[in-house]
């Protein structure tokens, strides 16, 4: 379960399944992304190349997204994926960004500005994780008065290790606002109990 509170700046991701991973989590608290192990009780720092629960997602793939703050963009054309006719971007990280990947580039689809595909490279230069986001569902935001659009699946491919691949697919989406209890290391450790 992914929970966000945008307003805050805040995260947190629950495991309930499989048994043995249920009441892991992890909580972005400022600029700090925690991970809690309900084996050990322990909080750990990690990074943001910390990978989610052993999968090839990162805490960006579900926050919300700050592209526009985090990076410099550049248009690169237009092109075709497949069926859509989409708008290539490269982003390069700012100075003072905090990001996994200091250098994207995005394929845009032009009728729905949503990504269609992201590849993600190191400073030098080398390809290191691609995204697909093949389904999209808009939804009623109330707290933005307007419809927005949510990825319903996400598939990532590590380039570094051929063949490691990660699908998230959102089953359901709820849009009404949660509580800051929920933000807390204190609720999250009652829900390993």
């Not at 991701?13 to 991973?21: H, S, Y």
């Not at 989590?25 to 990690?46: C, E, H, Q, S, V």
């Amino acid at each position: 379960m992914v929970y966000r509170r945008d307003a805050d700046d805040k995260i947190l991701i629950l495991f309930t399944k499989p048994k043995e991973e249920a009441g892991k989590g992890y909580l972005k608290i400022d600029k700090n992304l925690w991970m809690f192990d309900p084996n050990t009780g322990k909080w750990d720092r990690r990074t943001e190349r910390e990978r989610i629960g052993g999968t090839n997602s990162r805490r960006a793939d579900f926050d919300e997204s700050r592209l526009s703050v985090e990076f410099n963009v550049a248009f690169d054309g237009t092109d075709k994926l497949g069926d859509y006719k989409v708008f290539k971007t490269k982003l390069t990280a700012k100075p003072d960004a905090d990001v996994a990947y200091p250098v994207q580039k995005i394929w845009i689809d032009q009728d729905s500005r949503n990504i269609l595909k992201r590849e993600e490279y190191s400073l030098s230069g080398k390809l290191m994780r691609t995204t697909f986001y093949p389904k999209w569902n808009k939804k009623f935001s109330t707290s933005k008065k307007a419809e927005v659009w949510v990825p319903e699946e996400m598939r990532i491919f590590d380039e570094l290790e051929k063949g490691n691949s990660t699908v998230i697919l959102i089953k359901e989406t709820d849009l009404s606002a949660v509580s800051s209890s929920v933000f807390t290391k204190a609720w999250v450790e009652s829900k390993s109990r």
